[in-house]
């Protein structure tokens, strides 16, 4: 079909539509109205590309920080090779350049009957669809020591950019040459698998410089290294010889915060700079709006629209989803996740049926010194038969070995992606 | 919940020229869909800032050897041969085809 005949087709699909419709209801229907919660890669995403898609829809983004900090890349700041304002981009452009109305605000409930989304501040904005990119939330109470915050602004996480990332380089720049670094992860699934050995990279490359007597221990509640294991391993040994030393199996008991103290099952840790990523779940809102599937952590969607199973009319993105096998939670999977859902929305709010296979993909680069990276990367084919996103065999994999080349593909990949979703 | 418009439509609309219309679409928002995801590393709609090549406005044929020879393993890569081999030859075409036909 050419475009012109397409075209005369859908006039006159339009006015028979009206037509149809003025016997029973208003013809003149008021714009439709996507409400997105969360400006990370995901939300933002979503909103922008709704907009470019059918600028007749109107978004708007509740976000509650000034501005957009970029997870990956933020272990450069602990080493000593970015800083944390370069890592970070307004919300200007997608209102002026996309239309999109960013509220700055939280959003405290969501009230899926009356289609409705409370906010902390502002008044409740109604939605013909929700897109809920919550991100993670820290779930301290699994971290006895931790609980208060008086603990929490000690011994940090840094697992959300900003600044606590530029907290926690301070902590580092403090320890005396010889000091100790510890790291705890939680058990998978957690925010970024690989990003736990590359910070631990980035602390010995700081190191290295700078106190070669000092040392990072990882202390992993895991049986094994998550991801790129013999990438990292070969980094770590080849790299920073001696630097850095990994346990798996360090299931936490508790934390002093006082003592910089973390107790393991069968041993305790004194570090100079203590660094907790807590276990985590889908970001507070999801909870509170009954979004969370069987294990009450991570929000079960169907993998087609990323609509919840729980609530319809609810899309749910990124981190806060209950990941399908072999997905990372990443901010490449949630800028994907992002278009799919952006065009499902569109298609149910437009009447077309939603795309029958998204194909979506990953790439997560891991920097393991200033100038070189590892990646691994994936594509997720929809199987309509098993209703969820599967690897498909033969694609993705790893780097060979460490590269400076990818180390420009990966600083030219985050100025892409912050732009796709942002700019 | 969602309401399905096309219901409505379908009362006036013939059916032969309802579906030809719905697959078009569905069929043009499947390779957007696709074709954003390669925009999370080469730039929205294919227009990167530099560092990775920009794939908006190359033409499609040379842009297709390229893709097909990443999924053979003929051409050296990093990660694209990784990517390439998750997609048929008849998407890489399509996907070849959008970009070409994206401004620079």
Known sequence: MNALNRRSLLGLAGGMAALSLAGCASPARPSQRVVVIGGGFGGATAAKYIRLWAP????????????????????????????????????????????????????????????????????????????????????????????????????????????????????????????????????????????????????????????????????????????????????????????????????????????????????????????????????????????????????????????????????????????APGMPKSGFMANNHAKVAADAVIAVLTGRAPNPVPVIANTCYSFVSDTDVVHVASVHRYDPEKKTLVVVPGSGGLSSQANDTEGRYARAWARNIWADALL | MTTWKPWLAAFALAPAALTALAQSHSQDAQIRVAAASCAACHGTNGVSLGGIPAIAGVDQRQLLEKLLAYKKGELPATVMHQHAKGYSDAELAQLADFFSRQKR
């Open chain 1, 56 to 323: 007749e829809i109107e978004v708007v983004l509740v976000e509650r920080e000034a501005a957009f900090v970029s997870c990956p890349l933020s272990n450069l700041v602990l080493g000593g090779s970015q800083t944390i304002e370069g890592l970070t981009t307004g919300y200007g452009a997608l209102q002026s350049k996309y239309g999109v109305r960013v509220v700055r605000d939280e959003a405290l409930a969501i009230d899926p009957d009356k289609r409705e989304v409370r906010l902390a501040r502002g008044d409740a904005l109604r939605y013909d669809r929700l897109i809920v990119s919550p991100g993670v939330d820290f779930l301290y109470n699994e971290v006895p020591g931790l609980e208060s915050a008086e603990a929490q602004a000690r011994v940090l996480h840094a697992w959300k950019a900003g600044p606590q990332t530029v907290a926690l380089r301070r902590q580092l720049e403090a320890l005396p040459d010889g000091g100790v670094y510890a790291l705890h992860i939680p058990k998978a699934p957690y925010r970024c698998p690989p990003g736990p050995y590359e910070r631990a990279a980035q602390v010995a490359f700081y190191f290295q410089q700078h106190k070669p007597r000092s040392k990072v221990l990882v202390l992993d509640a895991n049986p094994d290294i998550v991801s790129k294991k013999g990438l990292f391993l070969k980094a770590w040994s080849e790299r920073y010889p001696g630097i850095v030393e990994y346990r798996p199996n360090s299931a936490l008991v508790s934390v002093d915060a006082g003592q910089n103290l973390i107790q393991l099952q069968g041993e305790s840790v004194r570090a100079g700079v203590l660094n907790v990523v807590p276990p985590q779940k889908a970001g507070r809102i999801a909870t509170g709006a009954g979004l969370l599937s069987g294990g009450k952590k991570w929000v079960g969607v169907d993998y087609q629209t990323f609509e919840s199973l729980a609530v319809p009319g609810i899309h749910v993105l990124g981190d806060a989803t209950l990941s």
